[in-house]
């Protein structure tokens, strides 16, 4: 088994077993990979042609991953392709464990990684009793309904305060009129800010409410691949609900 790219590296590290394992990404090991310890003495190559042929994997995983001439020759040559594709929620992320424990032959495990999920989802249920939250990159983004991060408010039991679907820059006219409760920060951790800047733009509403109202701040492995991790983000945004 090979994998392309960082998500692509958090399945085949977690389902696959290691024996069978060609190759990682050469961000299999970076702080943002979730499963980065589970990395070390396995094979990490560049995504090229070349490499992919020299590791003769029969199964290659990936998110975004290696570009369409380099799929359509590893397909060419007989090599199984599996594409992960993005998740909305919960359910799109089992059906893409499924689907790649099937083609790695592991189903036992990839059921093992939906039961340790859903166990995480049952004791994370709802202790923020429908607590109005905005979420918050440095960037200034957050994420509406059809989003997988919506899906992890939910899950801790919080409504969603932006009520526009997918991604968007937050609309500082509605954070002025209607404050949320909280604020769910993500990314952070991976974001090098500088000064009191808070990697939220310059504007001082962004800045202040990113400091007052913060609850929780949830690290990039988690938020970054449609994968079970983000089970762990809700359980980190569940533990810190007040009593």
């Not at 975004?64 to 909305?88: H, K, N, S, Y």
């Not at 089992?94 to 093992?112: M, N």
């Not at 954070?175 to 949320?180: D, G, S």
Request: charged content about 25%.
């Amino acid at each position: 088994m090979l994998s392309l790219d960082s998500c692509a590296d958090q399945y085949v590290m977690g389902l696959a077993a290691r024996a069978d394992i060609v190759g990682l990404s050469t961000r299999a090991d970076d702080a943002d990979s979730r499963l980065r310890h589970l990395a070390r003495g396995l094979p990490m190559r560049r995504v090229d042609l070349e490499s992919a042929l020299a590791a003769r994997p029969d199964v290659v995983v990936r998110y975004w991953g290696g570009e369409p001439r380099l799929i359509a020759a590893l397909e060419r040559r007989g090599v199984q392709v599996i594409t992960i594709p993005d998740a909305t929620d919960f359910d799109d992320i089992r059906r893409s464990v499924r689907r790649v424990a099937a083609a790695l032959e592991r189903r036992p495990q990839g059921e093992a990684a939906i039961a340790g999920m859903d166990a995480r989802l049952a004791r994370a249920a709802a202790p923020w009793k429908g607590a109005r939250a905005l979420y918050m990159t440095p960037g200034g983004v957050t994420a509406g309904q059809g989003t997988l991060i919506d899906a992890v408010l939910r899950a801790a039991g919080m409504t969603n305060a932006e009520a526009r679907p997918g991604f968007q820059t937050i609309s500082l006219e509605d954070l002025a009129l209607a404050p949320p409760q909280a604020v769910v920060l993500g990314f952070f951790d991976t974001f090098q800010l500088s000064g009191d800047s808070w990697g939220v733009g310059r504007h001082r509403v962004l800045q202040r409410t990113a400091r007052t109202r913060q609850v929780a701040s949830l690290p990039g492995a988690l938020l970054g691949c449609p994968d079970w991790g983000a089970a762990e983000a809700a359980s980190l945004l569940a533990a810190k609900a007040p009593p």
